[in-house]
Each structure stands twice: as structure tokens, then as C-alpha cells.
């Protein structure tokens, strides 16, 4: 038997030897998303009271600007998973929420922003909206058609003008997943941080602030980064909890200590002495930015706005056939007055060629 005959013999014999072991493995398949036949039961408005059925605290949720609840069921099956949905006064107010009631049991979703989820369900931020998702033990639906409907309630990632406008991230170094809380009012602030004077934060100011728990060592520190809308307010509210709290004075246990950057006021509670403090605040950095504020545009109808547009288009038009005009006549005039008084110059005699004159013999 020749060669080339032998070599595609070889090879499909070994095609055949291995497809034993390719059907004992079974096919791989990695689904990018879960696919399950959710759809929606039903939906309807009700009290926004109703989120003590989940937890919830409607004091809580009025204070991020919460008005009502959209009660929701999704059907899979006989299976029947009950949603809330929250509207709530902006994407950061969301935000909040979903902040406020994470905690470290929950874990963040993989490959889905601002959900994190666990045995008893999921919390979801997307835009203006804060989702829960409830889980009862005794439902049947596995991890893979819950994730489905995760999905197919709310997507896998917000807008990206909604993510702009959240507050930037805490550093990640030494933090405890899930401690991390936005707070834009004072009860909320109170709950969150029961031993500190939250009425010194100055919500009433315009201030947000960002709570988060860093493990270092033995020792868990508590980090308030507190937003102030100029440097002169951060200023001022930080020489009065400088006052009246005693920051930056080792007192032992239950010492606060702070510092102020540009409109930004950092306060560490519960660490261990000034440097461990520090440490912490130095993961922190400030830049400042110059940007152009934008005309608000009122509240004129659309087509006001369009016929400015069109009037301002027209009037810019108008413009430049006015500065053409006038710089046609102001060509024709400089001609004239350099065939008067600079006779012998050519920019004065357009019309007249000149000469040229080959000498070809």
C-alpha cells in the first residue's frame, strides 16, 4: 500500500477511536444568556408600605424621593416569583436604595452591573428605577432561570448617562463587599452611622455623603467621605465637627479622625490609632476639573426651541453674505485708489496683461 494511501487511513481510524470518548464527555455548551420562557402575570400599583413585606422601610424610600410601588409577578411554569418596583427621584437616589439595602450576604451578580442577588432574591439598580426581586425557599426555580429573569426584567447594565451621574466608587483595597451605603438625607444617615452626629453632615447644604467599612488588620474602620457642592461649605462644616466632635484628638477608642480636600471632607470612626487613619484617607485623591456650564434651556415648548434654532441659522446666513459684500467692495476700492496713486502697481490694472516676450530664433 502506498504512502499516500496509508496517511488518511491513519487518520480516520484515529476519528473513530476517539468519538467513544467524545460521547462519554458530551457536548460543551456555554449559554451567553440563561434562556427560560418568563413572562409577565401581572402588574399593579399599590401602597408604598407594601416594601415591609420584603423588608423594606417606606421612611427609608420616601426619603430617596419614592412615591409609590409597582407590585409585578413573572410566571415560569407553575412557578411564581413576586418583583417591587420602585421609581425613584433620580438615578443616584436609586442608586441609594440599592446601596442601603445591599448587604455582605448578598453577592454581586457576574457580569451584570448594580445587581447582586442570594438565597432569599436579588436587588437590582437600573436608571431611576430600584428593583427587588424576591426568592421564596420553597420555590423550585433554579440559579440559572433566575438569572433569566433578572434579565429579562431589567438587562444586564444601566444606561450610560444613568452611570455618570452616580457617585464615583470607593477604593477597593481592604474594603468589605457590600458595606458601601449612598446617603443624600438625614435618616437615612442616622440609621447608617447610629454613633455619629449626622446633623453635622449639612444635607441641608447640599451635601451627599458615601459610608463604607474597610478591614485592616484585626481592626474594621468606618469611612465618611462626605460631597459638598463648593470648597468654602466643605470648609465651613468641617471647622464645626472639628468644634464639636474632637476630630484629629486620640481619645482613645472612639477617636475620630479627618481631613478636608478642596469640597470633599474625609472622617474615619473606630480606628486604631492616627497612622492606620491616615492610611485609609491616602486612598483617596481629589482632582479638581474645570468644566462649561450649559445653558438651561427653560421651560419653552420644542418648537420655540426649533424656530430660535432656524432664526439663528437664518441670522448667521445673513452675516456672512454681509461680510462678503463688504469685502468685495473694499477689493474694488483698494484697486482704485492704487491705479491713482500707485500707477505703475498691477494690482491697480487688472486688465491690462503683460507681455511675454520668447526669444526663439
Request: proline content about 6%.
Amino acid at each position: 500500500m502506498s504512502r499516500a494511501l496509508t496517511m488518511p487511513l491513519q487518520i480516520l481510524f484515529s476519528l473513530l477511536a476517539a468519538l467513544p470518548l467524545a460521547w462519554a464527555q458530551g457536548p460543551s455548551v456555554i449559554p451567553l444568556v440563561p434562556a427560560a420562557n418568563w413572562r409577565q402575570a401581572s402588574a399593579l400599583t399599590v401602597s408604598l408600605d407594601e416594601v415591609r413585606r420584603h423588608g423594606g422601610d417606606p421612611v427609608v424610600d420616601r426619603e430617596y424621593g419614592v412615591k409609590s410601588l409597582e407590585h409585578r409577578t413573572y410566571q415560569l411554569g407553575r412557578q411564581m416569583i413576586d418583583v417591587f418596583v420602585e421609581e425613584a427621584s433620580d438615578a443616584s437616589s436609586a442608586y441609594g436604595l440599592f446601596t442601603y439595602y445591599q448587604n455582605e450576604k448578598l453577592t454581586p451578580e457576574k457580569g451584570m452591573q448594580l445587581t447582586v442577588s442570594g438565597p432569599e432574591g436579588a436587588l437590582m439598580a437600573r436608571g431611576r428605577f430600584f428593583i427587588w426581586v424576591t426568592r421564596p425557599s420553597n420555590t423550585q426555580v433554579s440559579d440559572n432561570d433566575f438569572r433569566a429573569l433578572m434579565i429579562f426584567i431589567a438587562g444586564t447594565r444601566s444606561s450610560k448617562q444613568a452611570l455618570a451621574g452616580l457617585p464615583s466608587p470607593m477604593p477597593t483595597t481592604g474594603l468589605v463587599v457590600g458595606s458601601e451605603k449612598f446617603l443624600q438625607g438625614l435618616e437615612v444617615a442616622r440609621r447608617v452611622l447610629p454613633s455619629f452626629r449626622t446633623d453635622l453632615i449639612g444635607f441641608t447644604q447640599g451635601a451627599e455623603a458615601q459610608v463604607a467599612d474597610y478591614q485592616a488588620g484585626h481592626a474594621r474602620s468606618t469611612i465618611l467621605v462626605v460631597s459638598y457642592p463648593t470648597p468654602q461649605i466643605a470648609r465651613r462644616q468641617f471647622g464645626v465637627m472639628e468644634k464639636l466632635l474632637g476630630v484629629n484628638q486620640d481619645h482613645g477608642e472612639g477617636s475620630l479622625y479627618g481631613r478636608r480636600s478642596g469640597s470633599f471632607v474625609f472622617m474615619v470612626l473606630n480606628s486604631d490609632s492616627p497612622a492606620a487613619a491616615g492610611k485609609l484617607m491616602d486612598e483617596f485623591t481629589v482632582s479638581n476639573q474645570i468644566s462649561w456650564d450649559e445653558l438651561y434651556p427653560g421651560d419653552k415648548p420644542f418648537s420655540i426651541q426649533l424656530l430660535e434654532l432656524i432664526l439663528g441659522n437664518a441670522a448667521l446666513v445673513l452675516l456672512l453674505m454681509m461680510f462678503a459684500i463688504v469685502g468685495g467692495l473694499l477689493i474694488v476700492l483698494s484697486r482704485r485708489v492704487a491705479a491713482r496713486w500707485f500707477p505703475e502697481s498691477p494690482w491697480g490694472h487688472p486688465a491690462e496683461g503683460s507681455i511675454i516676450t520668447l526669444n526663439l530664433k
